[in-house]
């Protein structure tokens, strides 16, 4: 079962409001179906791609505000945990986590335990 993404979809909801966009235009412009679009809205948990497809369409032309827009809308959807402190979006570490999400479990443990290794080495 699909874990909900209600900051998403309210995210998306408000914004085809402010830009007057029925659910079928906003479909129109990612390029995502109207179920996929109506779904999000209703909570359903998007995959990283249609997150994307989402930044694409909603975003400003600078690659920074894609950015910025791409890590709040992967934030939404639950795929980043919120970083600490605000501002420009660590691009290594959204690189890495999105990485990390094609990883198997056992890949996964072996990323923990080489983070447990380099964490170590920095308080030497």
């Known amino acids: ?17 402010q830009e007057h966009l029925s659910l079928r235009q906003a479909s129109a412009k990612s390029g995502l179906s109207h179920a996929t679009i109506s779904g999000v809205i209703n909570g359903t948990s998007p995959s990283p791609e249609t997150v994307r497809k ?17 890590d709040e809308l992967l934030q939404l959807a639950g795929y980043r945990t919120p970083r600490a402190e605000p501002g420009e ?27 447990d290794f380099l964490a170590g080495m920095g308080k030497k």
């Open 1 to 17: 079962m699909e874990k909900p993404a209600p900051g998403l979809g309210q995210w998306l909801q408000e914004r085809c409001y």
């Open 89 to 115: 979006p660590n691009l290594a570490l959204a690189r890495l986590m999105d990485r990390l999400s094609q990883f198997s479990e056992a890949q996964l443990r072996v990323m923990v335990n080489f983070a």
């Open 54 to 70: 989402l930044t694409r369409a909603f975003s400003a032309n600078g690659q920074r505000e894609n950015l910025a827009l791409e």
